[in-house]
């Protein structure tokens, strides 16, 4: 593998379910239910990609960056097939229940990005289905509370990166070494202050291939939302991405004219969205609120060290 692409997801939801004006999603702003894809198009995506690139894993991305670089003269060597890494951010339930079984039946891999605070609320995973996640799902960060860590103080952005790390190395029994940067609100800052606490994969939502030279923290990914084509998202997992590069720097020409916060409103007023909508901000509490039993083995060696501490 000399370079693979990435494809960005966020749920996968029931056939006709973005529609129903009465449904599980219809409180959610239009930005949010955007990236949400239904089953049956997730389906096809999977069969479109699976007939023409090999889907890596995880693990393989992380061997692709610590290997040496070797640098290959026989045409021979190079990749027959495009490599692709399919993930999913936020933590959304139809990750688990309808995007695994595809995923399973393909017998491929996803990533999901969680954000920590997230886990038990409406909608979402549940803290206490981590340690038991299939196979088809390995866990990454999304941050502690899904802000934009670029408009944060470092401290802030040091406790939503590592927070969210030990919480979910915690509630899986996994480690956790990769992170998806929310918002694509990534800078130089973010990306040093990730590494230093201990992720060595750092995703963002940038567009673009990815090989060595564009670096483990600078990990580009194509979104797919719920409007993008089949032929599309294979295009995108062979690395083919058109004119979306340029359609990103065109569209963050206002943002740079306006700056991030009046950015939002007045993008959140292009895309018709009301008071009563829900962002992600609104659905991501400052506090987790979930609650798992401690681990009764490690209260005792606490409890212990504890004891001996206290007589010395």
């Not at 409406?122 to 803290?127: D, N, R, V």
């Not at 008071?275 to 506090?287: A, F, G, I, N, W």
Request: charged share 25%.
């Amino acid at each position: 593998m000399q370079a693979f692409s990435c494809l960005m997801y966020h749920n996968v939801c029931a056939d006709g379910s973005l529609e129903d004006p009465a449904g599980e999603w219809s409180a959610l702003s239009p930005s949010i239910r955007s990236y949400f894809v239904e089953e049956t198009a997730f389906s096809a995506h999977m069969s479109a990609i699976m007939r023409s690139c090999d889907l890596i894993t995880l693990r393989k991305v992380q061997n692709f960056y610590n290997s040496p670089m070797v640098r290959h003269t026989d045409p021979g060597l190079a990749d027959v097939r495009p490599s692709t890494l399919i993930t999913f951010d936020d933590g959304w339930r139809g990750t688990l229940e309808l995007a695994a079984p595809i995923l399973q039946r393909h017998a491929a891999e996803a990533t999901v990005f969680i954000t920590s605070n997230l886990l038990d609320t409406p909608g979402f995973l549940k803290a206490s289905e981590l340690h038991q996640l299939p196979p088809q799902l390995r866990i990454g960060s999304h941050c502690k509370t899904h802000r934009f860590l670029n408009e944060l103080n470092e401290a802030e952005i040091r406790e939503e990166l590592l927070f969210s790390k030990s919480e979910l190395e915690r509630l899986s029994s996994r480690e956790v070494t990769s992170v998806a940067i929310p918002n694509g609100a990534v800078d130089d800052r973010v990306r040093a202050i990730a590494m230093e606490v201990g992720y060595s994969l750092v995703f963002t939502s940038d567009v673009h291939h990815n090989n060595r030279w564009s670096g483990a923290d600078s990990i580009g990914r194509a979104a797919i939302r719920s409007t993008t084509s089949t032929n599309a998202v294979r295009r995108l997992a062979e690395g083919d991405y058109g004119i979306d590069p340029i359609r990103r720097a065109v569209l963050s020409l206002p943002k740079r004219l306006l700056g991030p916060k009046r950015y939002r409103q007045w993008r959140a007023w292009c895309l018709g969205e009301k008071s009563t909508h829900q962002e992600m901000h609104d659905l991501c509490p400052v506090e987790p609120v979930y609650h798992v039993e401690p681990n009764l083995e490690e209260t005792a060696f606490r409890n212990r060290d504890a004891e001996v501490t206290r007589h010395h």
